[in-house]
Structures are given as structure tokens and as C-alpha cells.
């Protein structure tokens, strides 16, 4: 089966984030856009050469000085949604909590005696959520209003301690770079607290752990271009770029896809191009949508397996989406024969 619309090129778009942190627990300066996109223009359709755009230095992220009054707080997230400054700069504000309380070398924050109050205050001093009753409880974890606030606040401190670690390691095992260096950008990292970390990295253990974790990383349907603010962040951005493509008639190339978590995934991995007017993605994801396609149009109600970059696998079950392979186990499988055998959970 074909998957109608317009062509689909393989393309990336590059982002430096120097500093920023990536979207397992993405951070990025509010109002300013790290990176820079490599723009062919109607030189480059001619034949002619184009200049890529310089990239723009990107500025150290900064712990607010003043608090942000939250007039709205997302439900699905419990992540401010308005003002658009609150909403904007919360996650870098996650991490810059991060950074000024906890160490490099820190595991499992809510198991550090008087961590999690610590991170929570500052949080609560920077954004003052609706319904935050400071009279009756000065602490705000034992304010019980804000306890689906603060269990998503610190599943986001985990994930922005885990991508600090990512970046700073890095910068140690791949380019080499020395304390003096590191340091500019991540000033309370300790010269002691540099060293501990340095021979973390370079033990044997870690070595081996980062090959596994990297070849996992290899299985992924290729890179999606989210950006620090995840998926709503870029629902807006998606939804305007839609418009611009329906006015020149060019057809939607997921329209089969009307599962919301189905789209999401597949459109994080597509690039809409302002010149060329194309949407642009890669081999893997072109790949991904033709089996999907294929099992869309089976239309039988169990969880298959498809391996797309193998042994890269996804379950799609009638209800609920795509999901992890490792989140479920094959339920029922069809024999060559079309044949449905249980195989169990």
C-alpha cells in the first residue's frame, strides 16, 4: 500500500545545544532558539551555492530573581500553561534548580535527606501555582494541592540531573576537554566533584553500559525535531505549518494517522521545509510508516511486532497506539497461513 502525499525527502535539522538540555529532560533559554538550520534557498534550486546561516552563540541559562504569578496550570502535565513566560521557561528553570542544589555525582534524588524539600521550595519560590495556600503551609510539599504539581516536578529534576550528567560526559570522554573548560559553563561543578565524576565516566562498567545504551539508541525510529519544549511545544508550531501545506494543496502525509499518539511520534519525525515545501524526514521513519500502513489496513484487533531498523520493534494495539515493544509482550501472532496463535504476556 502506498501512503498518499507529498514527497518526503530525507533531511535533518541540526541543533547545537551548548548547555541546553536535550528532551529526556530538555532545557533550552527562554526566547532564544539553539542551533541553526542549513536553508537551501531558490539559489540552491538553480544550481548556486548557499551560505548556511551562522550559528548564534547560545547564552548560559540563569536562575529567575523575580517569582512568576501561574494563572494556568496544564492537566494532562501539571506544567504551567499560562503566562507564556511561565510556560516557556519552566524546564530551564528545572534545571537550573538542579544545578545550584544537587552535585554531579548525585543519584536518586528523593532518596537524599532533604533533597526533595530543598528542590521543591525553590521551585515554589520562582512560580506561585493557583490554589497555592503559602498561609497554612509554608513547605509546599505538604501543601496537598500541589501534590500532582510536585510529583511531576520531580520526575522532571530526575531527568534534568540525568541529561546535565549526559552533556557534561560528553564534553569529558568525547572531546576531551579539561576541568578548566567544563567548568565556564557549569560553574558548580567542584575541581573534587569534577574528579569523581571523571573516573565514574571512565570506569570499565560505564564503558560497557554506554555501548549497550547506544546501540539501544540505534533502535529508535530516528531523531525527532521536538526541541526542549517536547511535543506541546511544537503542536502549535505543527498545526500553523498544516495550514501553510492544505493552502498550496499539498495533502497531509499522515492523514491515515488519527490516533493522537500514532501522529505525535510520526510527526516529531517529519520537518516541514518554509523553500522547498516539503515535508522532510528520513530512511527509518519512511520505512516505519510503510509497515504501519500495511498493519493499519489489517485492521484485526491484536498487538503485532514490527521491526523497522532491526531489531528495532514497536507494538501497535487498535486502542491504545504505538508503544515500547519492551511495555508489552506479543499477545497474539499471525501465522503465514493468516492464522492467529496466542503466544501468552
Known amino acids: 500500500?502506498?501512503?498518499?502525499?507529498?514527497?518526503?525527502?530525507?533531511?535533518?535539522?541540526?541543533?547545537?545545544?551548548?548547555?541546553?538540555?536535550?528532551?529526556?529532560?530538555?532545557?533550552?533559554?527562554?526566547?532564544?532558539?539553539?542551533?541553526?538550520?542549513?536553508?537551501?534557498?531558490t539559489a540552491s534550486e538553480s544550481g548556486a551555492g548557499v551560505e548556511?546561516?551562522?550559528?548564534?552563540?547560545?547564552?548560559?541559562?540563569?536562575?529567575?530573581?523575580?517569582?512568576?504569578?501561574?494563572?494556568?496550570?496544564?492537566?494532562?502535565?501539571?506544567?504551567?500553561n499560562a503566562p507564556e513566560e511561565a510556560r516557556a521557561c519552566y524546564r530551564n528553570q528545572i534545571g537550573c534548580i538542579v544545578r545550584i542544589t544537587a552535585t554531579i555525582n548525585d543519584e536518586k534524588l528523593q532518596k537524599?535527606?532533604?533533597?526533595?524539600?530543598?528542590?521543591?521550595?525553590?521551585?515554589?519560590?520562582?512560580?506561585?501555582?493557583?490554589g497555592r495556600n503559602e498561609k497554612d503551609y509554608k513547605d509546599p510539599d505538604k501543601d496537598l494541592t500541589m501534590k500532582k504539581i510536585n510529583k511531576h516536578a520531580m520526575t522532571k529534576f530526575s531527568d534534568a540531573l540525568a541529561a546535565w550528567k549526559t552533556r557534561v560526559k560528553a564534553r569529558i570522554i568525547d572531546k576531551n576537554?579539561?576541568?578548566?573548560?567544563?567548568?565556564?559553563?557549569?560553574?558548580?561543578?567542584?575541581p573534587d566533584h569534577f574528579e569523581i565524576f571523571k573516573a565514574a565516566c571512565e570506569a570499565e562498567a560505564a564503558k560497557k553500559k554506554s555501548k549497550y545504551m547506544k546501540g539501544l539508541q540505534?533502535?529508535?525510529?530516528?531523531?525527532?525535531?521536538?526541541?526542549?519544549?517536547?511535543?506541546?511545544?511544537?503542536?502549535?508550531?505543527?498545526?500553523?505549518?498544516?495550514?501553510?501545506?492544505?493552502?498550496?494543496?499539498?495533502?497531509?502525509?499522515?492523514?491515515?494517522?488519527?490516533?493522537?499518539?500514532?501522529?505525535?511520534?510520526?510527526?516529531?519525525?517529519?520537518?516541514?521545509?518554509?523553500?522547498?515545501?516539503?515535508?522532510?524526514t528520513n530512511a527509518v521513519t519512511t520505512e516505519f510508516i510503510r509497515l504501519l500502513v500495511i498493519l493499519v489496513s489489517d485492521q484485526f484487533?491484536?498487538?503485532?511486532?514490527?521491526?523497522v531498523n532491526d531489531p528495532c520493534a514497536f507494538c501497535r494495539e487498535s486502542s491504545t497506539g504505538l508503544r515500547p515493544k519492551a511495555t508489552r509482550r506479543l499477545r497474539r501472532r499471525r501465522s503465514p497461513s493468516g492464522t492467529l496463535h496466542s503466544t501468552g504476556r
Open 1 to 41: 500500500m502506498l501512503l498518499l502525499g507529498p514527497p518526503v525527502v530525507s533531511g535533518t535539522e541540526t541543533d547545537t545545544q551548548t548547555g541546553a538540555e536535550t528532551e529526556t529532560g530538555a532545557e533550552t533559554q527562554t526566547g532564544i532558539e539553539t542551533g541553526a538550520e542549513t536553508e537551501t534557498g
Open 52 to 80: 548556511p546561516k551562522a550559528k548564534r552563540q547560545r547564552l548560559p541559562n540563569k536562575l529567575r530573581t523575580t517569582r512568576l504569578v501561574v494563572t494556568e496550570v496544564d492537566d494532562g502535565n501539571f506544567e504551567p
Open 112 to 130: 537524599i535527606d532533604n533533597m526533595r524539600p530543598s528542590l521543591l521550595k525553590k521551585l515554589h519560590q520562582i512560580f506561585l501555582f493557583p
Open 177 to 190: 576537554e579539561p576541568y578548566s573548560e567544563i567548568v565556564k559553563d557549569n560553574p558548580t561543578i567542584t
Open 218 to 280: 540505534q533502535r529508535n525510529i530516528g531523531c525527532h525535531h521536538l526541541r526542549s519544549r517536547g511535543y506541546g511545544g511544537k503542536r502549535s508550531i505543527w498545526a500553523k505549518e498544516d495550514v501553510e501545506a492544505a493552502s498550496l494543496g499539498i495533502p497531509d502525509p499522515l492523514a491515515e494517522f488519527t490516533v493522537p499518539q500514532e501522529r505525535d511520534v510520526l510527526r516529531a519525525r517529519h520537518r516541514w521545509d518554509p523553500v522547498k515545501k516539503v515535508f522532510e
Open 301 to 307: 484487533d491484536c498487538t503485532l511486532v514490527i521491526f
